[in-house]
């Protein structure tokens, strides 16, 4: 098939390639008004943005149908990751191959000195990570002075990794009469910035909504329990069964753990993360490209200019941080025309963010509770029956065996042992929390008054090791579904303790109480402050801290029938002190008075604020005026 707008030689090697159209950036990056123009070009992920800027710049390279002989590289291609750099030159070799195109590629964690030889030799094309093509340009090895194209691929990646100076050394080293195309999936400010001070007249091109790149992506918000977010992972997977999976977790440690936890639960898993070498990368990459592997957890930077024909999941474990890159990691699926899901975990604390970023992306996503193992369950008989029932051609063999199985065992006995063994193949779903509208209002929040039980309390009103405890709070209540099933094994793992540590539960409309006994109560903190981050919350939005004062509802009485505070003999915990040792309250030591905090109208003790004393209303002293 013959493309228009372009050399024979392209539309020849797009032809071999299986091409029978070229998507809507491709075809307008080579309408008239593109040619030799600089251009801006916003197009989603996985649009064939590789393709569009090969065929941009055929003009500057072909003549005729060969590249010329070149001493200098005439094009220059700069990408984010290494991956990607890999995946350019891939793609570039094969439209560029029948014009005898000499490419090379510097990247880092390859051989330096092998890529100083091969620009020594002479090509025609460079393509390379800003880091490595800086250091060949400041050792003498790159020379850009010949240059006639510069292209910017995933320019917003570069300049959120920190690429900024490495772009601005590379691009002022290049003649002032290059051409500049900078392709992007998103356009923010900097973008504009860097395209005013290093282009001219560019043309805007920008065809979001329009690519079908991620129309062909179907957008899944599944709500859990923050406990259940792993579960609800090894839910996903197994109901959908993908044939390859990407999972997005925000950092390499947490990357590890997940990448740890599903390999023991038994799926075929790879991770990729800054702390892989080059050589790890390469061998996880090619498992999954081999399926010995089908479930890949990875960084936003690591899985950047990963391209996989058969992913069709991508499952975001954590919340991405913004709407860009939402849109960046769901491009891994959805590519080239093909169907894909994206599936976003939403703990409920975190769903009115979610909500958010998906109206500036203007994604519209499906929102349903996790998959349950019921679901899993039905959905593997599902799959089962289908395997099982599709018309295939037998072996001698296994006919054979099939009449040798029929006359020793019943056909529902040879039946039922082919499902228990196809069942034992794969990993068991998990058991997650109940999601049922039981006792949820319209909004589906749990209904006002709605308390967790707990256990027979003694004489004094209290669970038995609970007479002196210590509260703390939630940053969540109903209006974010808190709910004790899921509150209780966060509480668990956040502080290190068991259920039986854990006292009593009050949901409020914006915020939770609960209590630890004294004892414990300084272990359970510092535990929780080690597993939260700078911002005191965990990776699902959970704030826990201290309440000093407990709920707002009338204070219990212990089994001396004093109101609050400690029994006597107890230890007092340093939760909620003033830097001094004391909490403000004055002298605690003596006589309590009605309110539970000793005499208040006495002097204070030390560390509190002297007597208050009444002051005339007024202007100048006088009495206040009267209200009407």
């Known amino acids: 098939m013959s493309f228009e707008n372009m050399s024979p030689v392209l539309s020849d090697a797009l032809s071999a390639r299986g091409y029978e159209a070229l998507t809507p950036v491709q075809s307008a990056v080579i309408e008239s008004e593109a040619q030799g123009r600089d251009l801006v070009v916003s197009a989603q992920t996985g649009s064939g943005k590789t393709v569009a800027f090969g065929l941009a710049m055929a003009d500057q390279l072909l003549e005729g149908d060969k590249m010329p002989f070149a001493t200098s590289p005439l094009a220059l291609i700069i990408a984010p990751t290494r991956e990607l750099a890999l995946q350019v030159s891939r793609e570039l070799s094969w439209l560029y191959a029948k014009a005898g195109a000499r490419i090379a590629t510097c990247v880092g964690g390859m051989d330096a000195s092998k890529e100083r030889r091969a620009l020594s030799q002479g090509v025609q094309v460079v393509v390379g990570t800003p880091g490595r093509l800086r250091d060949h340009l400041e050792r003498g090895a790159l020379d850009l002075s010949a240059l006639r194209v510069a292209v910017l691929d995933e320019a917003d990646e570069m300049l959120d990794m920190g690429f900024r100076d490495d772009l601005e050394e590379i691009l002022d080293a290049t003649p002032a009469t290059r051409r500049t195309l900078l392709f992007s999936a998103t356009m923010p400010k900097p973008i504009v910035q860097l395209a005013k001070r290093y282009q001219q007249n560019a043309l805007r091109i920008s065809t979001v909504g329009e690519d079908r790149g991620h129309g062909d992506i179907a957008y899944q918000a599944v709500t859990v329990a923050p406990a259940d977010i792993e579960g609800a992972v090894v839910n996903l997977l197994r109901l959908h069964d993908a044939e390859t999976a990407m999972l997005f977790c925000a950092t390499r440690d947490n990357v590890r753990r997940l990448h740890a936890s599903l390999v023991e639960r038994g799926f075929a898993a790879v991770a990729l993360s800054g702390e892989h070498s080059q050589n790890e990368r390469n061998h996880a990459l090619q498992a999954l490209r081999d399926r010995r592997a ?15 024909p058969t992913l069709s999941l991508v499952v975001h474990v954590e919340i991405p941080r913004d709407a860009e890159a939402l849109q960046h990691r769901s491009g891994r699926t959805g590519r080239a025309g093909k169907k894909g899901t994206a599936v976003i975990i939403v703990p409920y604390p975190r769903r009115r963010r979610v909500d958010g970023m998906l109206r500036g992306a203007r994604i519209e996503a499906e929102w349903m509770d996790a998959p349950t193992a019921a679901d899993v369950r039905k959905r593997d008989q599902e799959r089962l029956i289908e395997k099982l029932l599709a018309p295939v051609e037998h072996e001698p063999e296994d006919l054979e065996l099939a009449q040798r199985l029929m006359a020793e065992r019943s056909a529902e006995d040879i039946a039922a042992s082919l499902v228990r063994a196809h069942r034992a193949l794969m990993p068991p779903p998990e058991d997650l929390l109940d999601n049922s509208p039981r006792g949820r209002d319209s909004a589906g929040r749990p209904e006002r008054g709605e308390r967790f039980e707990r256990p027979e309390r003694g004489a004094g009103g209290e669970r038995e090791g609970f007479e002196d405890a210590v509260w703390f709070k939630i940053n969540i209540g109903r209006h974010q579904n808190a709910d004790p099933r899921w509150i209780l094994p966060l509480l668990c793992r956040r502080g290190h303790v068991t259920k039986g540590e854990i006292g009593a539960i009050r949901i409020g409309p914006k915020e939770t109480m609960f209590n630890i006994p004294r ?23 959970v704030a826990i801290t201290p309440a000093p004062d407990g709920p707002t509802y009338p204070p219990r009485r212990d089994k001396g029938g004093h109101q609050g505070g400690p029994r006597d003999g107890a230890p007092r915990s340093t939760l909620g002190r003033a830097p001094g040792g004391d909490r403000g309250f004055g002298d605690r030591s003596g006589p309590r008075g009605p309110g539970g905090f000793g005499d ?27 209200t009407r």
């Open 294 to 308: 089908r479930v890949c957890v990875a960084t936003d930077v690591a899985a950047r200019g990963i391209d996989l």
């Open 519 to 541: 004892a414990i109560a300084d272990r359970f903190a510092e535990a929780v402050l080690r597993s939260a981050n700078a911002d005191g919350e965990d990776d699902s939005g």
């Open 600 to 626: 208040r109208a006495g002097p204070r003790g030390p560390g509190g604020k002297p007597p208050y004393k009444a002051k005339p209303f007024g202007n100048k002293g006088g009495p206040r005026k009267p």
